[in-house]
C-alpha cells in the first residue's frame, strides 16, 4: 500500500508571493490533516478535512486555507508569504476522523521564504 | 494552549526505562503520542481515550489521568531504535473536536549502546 506523498518536497518562495501545496492520502482514507512544524514551535495543527469538509482549524491566520477533493486528496495553500511561514508542512492521513485514529505522515513539503 | 512535555531530553543506555510526562491545563477528550526520528515523519505509537481505551503498539505502554489532565508514555527496557522526538498531542474535551489537537513541543530520547 503505498504511503501519503506530499508535492513538492521543497519549495523557494519569496515574501508576498502564494504556495499551494499538495497531499495524497493512503487509499481508503477519508481524513487529511495538515500541520507546520518548525525548531521551536514543534508540530502545530493547521486543520483537518474530512469528506471534503473543514472538520477543525487551528490558530493560524487566514491566509492559510485549504480544501479537500471528492478522491480525499488535498491542498493546502498560503497566500501573502511571511518570512515566519518557513516550516516544514506535513500532511497525515487517517481512515476516520484524527480524534479516534491512527494518523499516517507524509515526508513533508520544506517551504523556505526569503 | 500547547501540552507540556517533560523531561525536554532526556539520554539513556540501552536497556533502561524512561518515562515521558504530557500535561495539560485543559480537561482532556484524548492524548496522541508520536515518535519521529531525525529526517523522518512523525510515526504513531498510541492513543489514549477519555474512559480507558486505548489503540496502539504492544511494546509501549501509556497512562491517561483524566482528573489530572496528565498522560504518561512508558519506555522499558530501551533499544536504539527507540531514539527520537516523542510528541504528546491533546484534544480538549470541551469543543467537540473543533479545535484539534494540538502538540507538545517534545521530549528528545537518545538511547547509546
Known amino acids: 500500500k503505498a504511503g501519503v506523498t506530499q508535492t513538492p518536497r521543497y519549495l523557494i518562495k519569496t515574501r508576498g508571493q502564494q504556495v499551494t501545496l499538495s497531499c495524497s492520502p493512503i487509499?481508503?482514507?477519508?481524513?487529511v490533516s495538515w500541520y507546520q512544524q518548525t525548531p521551536g514551535q514543534g508540530l502545530q495543527f493547521l486543520f483537518e478535512?474530512?469528506?471534503?469538509?473543514?472538520?477543525n482549524k487551528g490558530n493560524f491566520p487566514g491566509r492559510f486555507s485549504g480544501r479537500q477533493f471528492s478522491n480525499s486528496r488535498s491542498e493546502m495553500n498560503v497566500s501573502t508569504l511571511e518570512l515566519g511561514d518557513s516550516a516544514l508542512y506535513l500532511c497525515?492521513?487517517?481512515?476516520?476522523?484524527?480524534?479516534?485514529?491512527?494518523?499516517?505522515f507524509g515526508p513533508g513539503t520544506r517551504l523556505t521564504v526569503l | 494552549q500547547q501540552p507540556v512535555q517533560s523531561p525536554q531530553a532526556v539520554i539513556l543506555r540501552e536497556g533502561e526505562d524512561a518515562v515521558i510526562n504530557c500535561s495539560s491545563s485543559k480537561a482532556l477528550y484524548s492524548v496522541h503520542w508520536y515518535r519521529q526520528k531525525h529526517g523522518e515523519a512523525p510515526v504513531f505509537l498510541m492513543i489514549?481515550?477519555?474512559?480507558?481505551e486505548q489503540k496502539g503498539h504492544e511494546k509501549i505502554s501509556a497512562s491517561f489521568n483524566e482528573k489530572k489532565q496528565q498522560s504518561s508514555l512508558y519506555l522499558t527496557a530501551s533499544q536504539l531504535s527507540y531514539s527520537g522526538t516523542y510528541f504528546c498531542g491533546t484534544e480538549a474535551s470541551s469543543g467537540g473536536g473543533a479545535d484539534g489537537l494540538t502538540f507538545g513541543k517534545g521530549t528528545h530520547l537518545i538511547i547509546q549502546p
Open positions: 497525515a492521513s487517517s481512515l476516520g476522523l484524527a480524534r479516534y485514529n491512527e494518523q499516517f
Open positions: 478535512y474530512f469528506s471534503e469538509t473543514q472538520r
Open positions: 489514549l481515550l477519555k474512559g480507558g
Open positions: 487509499s481508503g482514507h477519508r481524513s
